[in-house]
């Protein structure tokens, strides 16, 4: 099992940048495929960008990516997201996700562990 707190989130302006920050617990964060997810006020919870256990390979949802970049960093059970050029629309509350399945997954039902969330606020 793991445990995740996400961090970095906040209030910016549009063209701003963030990286957010999800720390794992456990000695077994290299198994896990992590994502990072995002639900707008009245929304549904949508995929944002998924990497692999080695971080070798990553997704992203088509409207963030090049905007968007995942990454991890095994020594310190941690996975980022830094967004660049944010836009009032990226407000959302972000996740950070873990599971042991094999592929980049996509979709809710593909994460087994989920974090508490960050706020991410873009004013215009």
């Known amino acids: 099992q793991v445990q995740l707190v996400e961090s970095g989130g906040g209030l910016v302006q549009a063209g701003g940048s963030l990286r957010l920050s999800c720390a794992a617990s456990?000695?077994?964060?290299?198994?896990?495929?992590m994502g990072w997810f995002r639900q707008a006020p009245g929304k549904e919870r949508e995929f944002v960008a998924a990497?692999?256990?080695?971080?070798?390979?990553?997704y992203y949802a088509d409207s963030r990516k090049g905007r968007f970049t995942i990454s991890r960093d095994n020594a310190k059970n941690t996975v980022y997201l830094q967004m660049n050029s944010l836009k009032p629309e990226d407000t959302a509350v972000y996740y950070c996700a873990a599971t042991l399945g094999s592929g980049l997954g996509f979709r809710n039902g593909d994460y087994d562990y989920w974090g508490q969330g960050t706020q991410v606020t873009v004013s215009s």
């Open positions: 456990g000695r077994t964060f290299s198994s896990y495929v």
């Open positions: 990497i692999s256990w080695s971080g070798g390979n990553t």
